[in-house]
């Protein structure tokens, strides 16, 4: 499928937090150039936001439109978003899995805002399956920067 990665325009951003909504994913802050996007033409495909906090970066808003899932757009979604930072990443999820390829690795230790965002999945975005908080660090010669 082909499809590119950008920063969403106004227009692909309302119609991206139309789907944040849909998708019941975390809506809080929602500021456009935190946003990639990727589309087909026109069309939202998928999207994702990198979300600095006081303590940490946060990869967080991940979302595949329905009929476009499993053809690698959030793959390449995430890996825009690891490519445009320089520092560690955390997430808070319920797929694991999925995120493991990419280098995160599940931790029990995480600056206040991850916490933070542990108890608003838990409290208002209620699923069955458990959520997780994640890391990926990011090296520097032979250096892990936190």
Not at 14 to 20: A, D, H, N, P
Not at 47 to 54: E, I, N, P, S, V
């Amino acid at each position: 499928m082909k499809f590119s990665l950008q920063k969403p325009t106004d227009k692909q951003f309302i119609e991206i937090c139309k789907f944040i909504k849909e998708f019941e994913l975390d809506n809080r802050d929602l500021r456009k150039e935190q946003f990639i996007v990727a589309v087909d033409n026109t069309n939202v495909l998928g999207f994702g936001r990198l979300r600095q906090h006081a303590d940490c970066m946060e990869l967080c808003s991940l979302g595949v439109v329905t009929p476009h899932r499993r053809k690698g757009i959030g793959k390449a979604i995430v890996n825009q978003l690891i490519k445009s930072t320089a520092n560690s990443v955390f997430l808070v999820c319920i797929i694991p899995d999925f995120f493991r390829p990419f280098g995160f690795r599940i931790v029990e230790e995480y600056p206040a805002s991850v916490k933070d965002k542990l108890n608003y999945c838990t409290q208002e975005l209620v699923v069955p399956e458990t959520y997780v908080a994640m890391l990926l660090l990011f090296k520097v010669k032979g250096c892990v920067l936190y």
